[in-house]
């Protein structure tokens, strides 16, 4: 197979027609890396939209970005914007690179590996760190955490907002956030801010949470 037949274009629309934008995705369907558009990144786009007088000028670093829609989300309202993923998975930030000129956004694209310390890292100091299903392998949990803890430390006022499929109730993510020590300061059903034209797309049960 050729990788031309396995990459599509998804585009994203975020508002209303004169009060809004779009933006087009790169989904890639590569054996070695999967670059999908998940529920959990739709839903927390979404949400960045509707915040968007909270990241209009912003400091934004979004982890395990892949497709980066809530990252670009950002960007397109105003944000100033890190996306990161994997130092080692070069084809993914190409990736992002690339989605970025299609949607004539200027943001930063980095390789940022959890629980590694490079010296990128200490360049950041973000309002918010967008993290769209970034809980789903519990392997990499405490690297996840160990890096959004410094990254959470490095600005006062700094929040790490994370959409997730709840599958095994709060009790994980409650741990690694007191393991941490860390705060939930909101908590809210991922499907209660979307427009109903968007929800019926998906199901499952995936929270929003805002962490300090």
Sequence with gaps: KSGKHMVKFSRHFFGSIG???????????????GLFVWP???ILAEYVWQQKSRFS??????LGAGTSLPGLAAAKIGAKVTLTDN????EVLDNMREVCD????????MGLTWGVWDPPIFNLHPNFILGADVLYDAKAFDDLFAT????????????????????????LIELLIEKWKLKCTKL???FSFMPSHKASKFSGNIQLAEIV
């Design 87 to 90: 130092a080692e998975r070069l």
């Design 57 to 62: 000028g912003a400091d934004v670093v979004e």
């Design 148 to 171: 959004v803890s410094f990254l959470l430390r490095r600005s006062s006022d700094s929040i790490f907002i994370t959409t997730y499929h709840n599958r095994s109730g709060h009790h």
């Design 188 to 190: 809210v059903d991922g």
């Design 102 to 109: 299609l949607n004539d956004v200027k943001c930063n694209v």
């Design 19 to 33: 009060n809004g934008f779009s933006i087009d995705i790169i989904e890639n369907l590569k054996e070695e890396y």
């Design 40 to 42: 959990c990144s739709v």
